[in-house]
């Protein structure tokens, strides 16, 4: 109002702690025994290392996936702006349906989070159930977004197709639940599959934050004792949700995507 001094207002800020809590090791050995008698020795020793440094890959890529779904409120639809961000799929069984892409954009939207780069991470056995719902070439559309494979998951994840602006990616290593567990009324059994919803446009809005202390490194030596070569691979990181408004998890039942064979 005139003649009235402006009111200032300042900034607020919070603690975001983080902490590296995962320390790993895949180790093996060689005996000289078995250097000597094996016929394929040096194509053991150049694929063992690599399949040690796939294998803490592996544990990484889950535990990504993991501390999403286990941070958000079990038996809850996790609201925000009054929409859920937790639920059990809507498809027939508690499969996945094209109505949970449409549902996590709706819940993202509403939570304000970009509409860009959207990525949604699902089980084998629901990429099973989408290749077999008639309807689904109605909804598929739109080139895929190259984030995921380019900058970062080596295990194999691989895009799929589109479907309401969601870039669908396929892992086998998405979170279950170890008990089961019901949100409004619907009740899904252990080892529910937690499928990932979520936007990966640039900035500091991604749900899920990491540092990777040290990343997978070989060390070898030779155990004269013992008559062998030993490796290990070791690395340490951590991860923690950062934005729970930009993570939307969809629980799926496994079992009722498995085909059935005469």
Known sequence: ??????????????????????YLQSGTYITNKMKQDSFYM??????????????????????AFRVGPQSQTQNDPNAINGVSHRWVG??????????DFARARMA??????????L???????????????????????NPKWEGIIAEGIGTGIQFKYNIYGFDVYVSNFLHANAASETIYGEAIPAGAINNLFFSAAPGDSLP???AVRQPPKVD????????????VTTARYGMKLY???????????????VPTYA
């Open 1 to 22: 109002m005139e003649g009235q001094a402006v009111k200032y207002s300042r900034m607020d800020t919070g603690d975001f702690t983080f902490q590296i809590t995962e």
């Open 42 to 63: 040096s194509q053991l020793v150049s694929s063992f290392v690599p399949k040690q440094n796939r294998a803490i890959q592996e544990r990484m890529e889950a535990d």
């Open 90 to 99: 809507t498809g027939a069984g508690h499969s996945i349906s094209p109505e």
């Open 108 to 117: 993202l939207q509403k939570a304000n989070v970009p509409l860009t780069n």
């Open 119 to 141: 990525v949604a991470i699902v089980d084998a056995s629901v990429e099973f159930k989408l290749n077999t719902l008639a309807n689904i070439t109605n909804v598929i559309n």
């Open 208 to 210: 899920i934050v990491g």
């Open 220 to 231: 070898s030596e030779y155990n004269k004792d013992l008559q062998r070569e030993e490796y």
């Open 243 to 257: 934005r729970p408004e930009n993570l939307v998890t969809v629980l799926t039942d496994p079992a009722v995507a």
